[in-house]
């Protein structure tokens, strides 16, 4: 048996080995020239477009500031197989050069306008035909505008124990080079902007709050959020370079409870309406343990708190705040409505206003006194309207107030 198997071996390998050798080496030789001239069809989608020496001040309508299109192209090409086969969209850019051409002009893509970012592929060697879409270029003024930016509402939730007050500058504007006609478009509709309150920490605003001692808290804006993105234009975001981009705060104050530390005046709207049955002279509120006459005015006899606005506001609008009943019949309302009510509210706005900026270190970069101004009458104003009375046990004042013989009671179903 191990005989027939050494004869089998001397046979196929031994005998006549070197016509077998050479006979071998052309089979590879020969599939290896087989394997690289054949040849096949690849469509390659999506391949960016690079327009290179535009003349001074023009551009190409959708063209980014690194010079590619903000459009891209498919390839059909025929070649190499071997090249074809490792050849990827990420490695292939159309370059288009635009010396010499009129303003609008059709692009004839050949060889000579594929590069390959892989200095390993020889595209000269992969590529024998290419055709692909019409590809039109127009050329365009470039131009550089400014661009106003709003900044708009903010999105999410303020950290725990703030409460949003406002944004500050509310516009600014960005910079920007491109095609006429998109940036003038782009200036007619305007950018927004719009920043994400749970991106800011608790503990940020807890050590803004520590180093100024104040119950409105400014956090500046960090440069990382002051970027744009204009897709027409780039694939990377803008930075707004304005220089009141400085001064960009998201204001907050504490949502701490603070006491009123005066007694709050109430008294009662008669509607004309109903005048002929109630009025000074039919009806007056009437004194409990909750309301006391105090100096011949009825006042509220309970501590009440208020919360969301700041210290400054609550100075501010001190001995100038009251609630009001409104009156009405019984047939209209079992239980009557109130609010509370601020006295000469321009004046208190003005008096805040100027104390704010008395007392402010801010610089202003550049921005002009009247928009500073302007959003601090506007803080103030959001002060008067979220306004509310929170009781000791930090609940929303409750009052039950109800038409009676020749009075009006009112008491406060949680003082307490």
């Known amino acids: ?10 046979k196929l390998f031994i005998d006549h080995w070197q016509r077998k050798l050479i006979s071998f080496l052309l089979a590879i030789i020969i599939w290896f020239v087989i394997h690289h001239s054949i040849t096949t069809s690849k469509t390659l989608s999506n391949i960016p477009i690079r327009i290179v020496n535009l003349p001074v001040g023009k551009t190409v309508e959708g063209m980014l500031d690194n010079g590619r299109l903000n459009q891209k192209i498919n390839l059909n090409v025929q070649g190499n197989k071997e090249i074809l086969d490792e050849l990827s969209t990420k490695d292939l850019e159309v370059i288009i050069d635009a010396s010499g051409q009129p303003n609008q002009w059709i692009a004839n893509i050949s060889k000579k306008n594929i590069f390959c970012t892989d200095p390993k592929i020889d595209l000269t060697k992969a590529i024998d035909h290419i055709t692909s879409q019409e590809l039109i270029i127009k050329q365009t003024k470039l131009i550089t505008e400014k661009i106003p930016v709003i900044i708009t509402q903010p999105t999410g939730e303020s950290p725990r124990g703030y409460q949003f007050l406002d944004i500050w500058p509310y516009q600014l504007s960005v910079t920007v080079n491109g095609p006429e006609e998109i940036v003038k478009k782009i200036k007619n509709r305007g950018l927004k902007l719009t920043f994400n309150l749970s991106e800011i920490s608790h503990s940020e605003l807890d050590a803004i709050q520590a180093e100024n001692n104040s119950d409105e808290i400014s956090f500046l804006v960090p440069d990382s959020w002051k970027k744009i993105n204009i897709p027409q234009l780039s694939d990377t975001p803008f930075l707004i370079d304005d ?10 104050s504490r949502q701490d409870f603070l006491p009123i530390g005066f007694s709050i005046p109430i008294t009662i709207f008669f509607p004309p309406k109903f005048s002929q049955t109630l009025n000074p002279d039919t009806y007056s509120i009437s004194s409990n343990d909750f309301i006391v006459k105090k100096n011949g005015i009825k006042v509220i006899g309970e501590t009440l708190y208020a919360q969301g606005i700041s210290r400054l506001f609550l100075d501010i609008v001190k001995d100038m705040i009251q609630i009001v009943v409104i009156a009405a019949p019984k047939t209209e309302r079992e239980n009557l409505l109130w609010s509370a009510q601020f006295i000469y509210p321009h004046e208190l706005e003005n008096r805040y206003v100027a104390k704010v900026l008395a007392n402010s270190n801010d610089e202003s970069h550049g921005i002009a006194p009247h928009m500073r101004e302007e959003y601090l009458r506007n803080r103030f104003r959001s002060y008067m309207n979220r306004f509310r009375f929170y009781t000791a046990s930090h609940q929303k004042l409750n009052l039950r107030i109800e038409l009676q013989a020749n009075t009006i009671s009112v008491v406060a179903d949680n003082a307490r």
């Open 243 to 252: 220089i009141s981009a400085k001064s960009l705060r998201i204001d907050f």
């Open 1 to 10: 048996m191990v005989e027939i198997v050494i004869s089998l071996f001397k």
